[in-house]
């Protein structure tokens, strides 16, 4: 114990890093678990989740008094309205208790999506998340960050308020380390599924041959298309934020083969999969000859990443490293 105190000062000491105590939700403890396993400068912290007989939440802060004058991050999941109101009540109290700064890590902003109105009457929730988070209180060392993975559209950097600071970060790091190790890396061809995915990541990527696809209307129907690029006899990595039903990257895939690639995989940095959307895409239920080789998702959506254990094409690429390196920022 003394050695590991003595390499905790000594890194303090000589990068100027941070002792993090990290509370988390219950979906997150797996990756709470391996945020803390990179770093002996994060501690975990743990909540009694307990609810009333009349459902609401009963929940208490272990060792309160002992985060006082200390740095303290919050991992949250907000994987359905059912959970928000328990996670956003801790999230409103820790900065509260005297602590010298505090981080809220929420990996996947759910209502990204809905981020616009497109006639009188529709309702931005994504504007409505954001206001909800910018009334975090102020702690003693001023205003919370909020570290956010690949948030759907960029401009939802200004929905947040002044008394917050969005931190955005992206998983490609991990998926370009991944694609490395492929035995065909060199026969790489990133498709983006339409021009917002390639907005939002072809700066990330430019050093790969690129393909992006279009959806047209014909009648009722959008269809995908090849809009430019040259997928032929390449291993095309389809790219996008995130995958609800699958519908656009199944589309596009078939495209890409139609064109001539010879595999297609696809990466998002958040696997929603609603209603077990995520079996269409295994090898037995895809329905093609051709399959996916891998769909890559990262464990920002933690129920999604226990689904999916151990089944094909999927592979899961963690956030911890990131996380941890976000939480010393």
């Known amino acids: 114990m003394e050695n590991n105190n003595n390499q905790v000062t000594g890194e303090l000491k000589s990068g100027n890093k941070k002792q993090v105590r990290l509370f988390y939700c219950m979906e997150c403890e797996e990756l709470a678990r391996k945020v803390a396993a990179h770093s002996q400068l994060i501690t975990l912290q743990s909540i009694n989740w307990r ?28 994987s359905s309205p059912a959970v928000i109101f328990e996670q956003l009540s801790v999230i409103y109290n820790l900065p509260r208790l005297f602590v010298a700064s505090f981080t809220l890590v929420l990996p996947f902003f759910p209502t990204g999506s809905f981020e616009r109105m497109e006639e009188e009457g529709d309702v931005a929730t994504a504007f409505t998340m954001a206001r909800i988070l910018s009334n975090i209180p102020i702690s003693r060392g001023g205003p919370t960050s909020v570290v956010i993975y690949d948030i759907h559209a960029l401009q939802e950097r200004f929905y947040f308020g002044d008394h917050v600071l969005p931190l955005f970060e992206t998983g490609i790091p991990l998926l370009k380390q991944r694609l490395h190790q492929l035995s065909d890396a060199d026969k790489i061809v990133v498709a983006f599924p339409d021009d917002g995915a390639w907005k939002r990541f072809h700066k990330l990527l430019d050093h790969f041959p690129t393909v992006i696809c279009t959806k047209v209307r014909e009648g009722d129907k959008r269809i995908v298309r090849l809009k430019e690029g040259n997928p032929t006899g390449c291993h095309v990595v389809i790219v996008d934020d995130l995958v609800q039903s699958g519908g656009t990257l199944i589309e596009c895939q078939k495209v890409l083969f139609a064109h001539g690639a010879a595999k297609v995989s696809a990466y998002v940095t958040h696997g929603v999969f609603p209603k077990r959307s995520w079996e269409r895409f295994t090898q037995k239920n895809n329905g093609s000859e051709k399959g996916f080789a891998y769909f890559w998702i990262t464990d920002s959506c933690p129920q999604t990443v226990k689904a999916i254990e151990n089944t094909a094409p999927f592979e899961v690429l963690s956030l911890a490293g990131s996380i941890a390196d976000a939480l010393q920022i």
């Open 51 to 78: 609810s009333f007989d009349d459902g609401f939440p009963n929940l208490f802060i272990n060792n309160a008094h002992d985060i006082r004058g200390q740095h303290v991050a919050f991992l949250a999941s907000f």
